[in-house]
């Protein structure tokens, strides 16, 4: 039963990551922190999408956040693995 939980997780993430857009989201925050305005003003897309993929992410456990104020700084949980694992496909 074990094993088939790590198989559930290890779906819910190549899931989260095939998409262009997190992979995108993914690729700036391999460079650091960064708050949804700046996501928004890299991908030239809406706080609405943005703020949608970067809950998929969240909810895969790829990424998480830092409340600074009104703030939420976003950052990959595990930088090295997910550096490894996207480099593996590139």
């Given amino acids: 039963m074990a094993q ?4 559930t ?6 899931k989260a ?4 857009t997190r992979l995108m ?3 700036s925050l391999l460079k650091g922190e960064k708050c949804v305005g700046d996501i928004q003003d890299l991908l030239q ?5 943005v703020s949608q993929h970067l809950s998929i992410l969240k909810a895969s456990g790829i990424v998480d956040f830092c409340q600074k104020g009104n703030l939420r ?3 990959l949980k595990d930088l090295e693995k997910i550096r490894t694992l ?4 590139s």
């Fill in 25 to 27: 989201i993914i690729d």
């Fill in 73 to 75: 700084g976003y950052h």
């Fill in 45 to 49: 897309s809406s706080q609405p999408n």
């Fill in 86 to 89: 996207i480099q593996s496909v």
């Fill in 17 to 20: 990551l095939a998409h262009p």
């Fill in 9 to 14: 997780r290890q779906a819910r993430i190549f």
């Fill in 4 to 7: 088939e939980k790590d198989f």
